[in-house]
């Protein structure tokens, strides 16, 4: 199975910030790389497939890069509403694997 | 407007069974793909099993193969999950999930999930 490794797996930051969460996989996947957000109590919810392309709805402050093994999400201002869990996922073959989570926290 | 809708979750002694059901609606169900994802308290998510829009086509994860059995009902516009000999590793909450479209192996739609817990 492919794994995936999120860093960091949880950081602090302020309101207005730029942040970056990493997300590695231990062989290619090409771009079939999706994002997701998850707030305590709820489902997941989809911000970016094909490691760049922004679901609709999802603003955009939101941006996903990479390709291969490293990829990257980033918020570029920060705002209160996205202080989540953010989970990377590859769908590049079975069985589709996530990442381990990435908790953002309020400084 | 999608919804997914998961009933059936509980709690289960070790070695017992459970079946998961979940309720389809606001799209063509026959046409999609779907999933099982799981989360155990706590902890991050774990995929579990796809099936295919015709059910010809079914994937597990090494987890539960062989104990799980993933099925569909496209009339009735329903998923299923049929737990057998579970542990209390298996103990999480169960969300259903539908895949973006044929090509795209990400989750656009998820259920509220349903809690199973494993535990004598």
């Known amino acids: 199975a492919i794994r995936m490794t999120q860093s960091p797996s949880s950081f602090s930051a302020s309101t207005g910030d730029r942040v970056t969460i990493t997300c590695r996989a231990s062989?290619?996947?090409?771009?079939?790389l999706a994002w997701y957000q998850q707030k305590p109590g709820k489902a997941p919810k989809l911000l970016i497939y094909t490691a760049s392309t922004l679901q609709t709805g999802v603003p955009s402050r939101f941006s996903g890069s990479g390709s291969g093994t490293d990829f990257t999400l980033t918020v570029s201002c920060l705002q209160s509403e996205d202080f989540a869990t953010y989970y990377c996922q590859q769908y590049y073959s079975y069985p589709y694997t996530f990442g381990q989570g990435t908790k953002l926290e309020i400084k | 407007e999608v919804q997914l809708v998961e009933s059936g979750g509980g709690l289960v002694k070790p070695g017992g069974s459970l079946r998961l059901s979940c309720a389809a609606s606001?799209?063509?169900?026959?046409?999609?793909?779907m999933n099982w994802v799981r989360q155990a308290p706590g902890k991050g998510l774990e995929w579990v099993s796809s099936?295919?829009?015709?059910?010809?086509?079914?994937y597990y994860a090494d987890s539960v193969k062989g104990r799980f059995t993933i099925s569909r009902d496209n009339a009735k516009r329903s998923l299923f999950l049929q737990m057998n000999s579970l542990r209390a590793e298996d103990t999480a909450v169960y969300y259903c999930?539908?895949?973006?479209?044929?090509?795209?192996?990400?989750?656009?739609?998820w259920g509220q999930g349903t809690l199973v817990t494993v535990s004598s």
């Open positions: 606001g799209f063509t169900f026959s046409s999609y793909s």
């Open positions: 999930a539908r895949f973006y479209d044929i090509l795209t192996g990400c989750l656009d739609y």
């Open positions: 062989q290619g996947v090409s771009n079939y």
């Open positions: 099936i295919s829009s015709s059910s010809i086509y079914s």
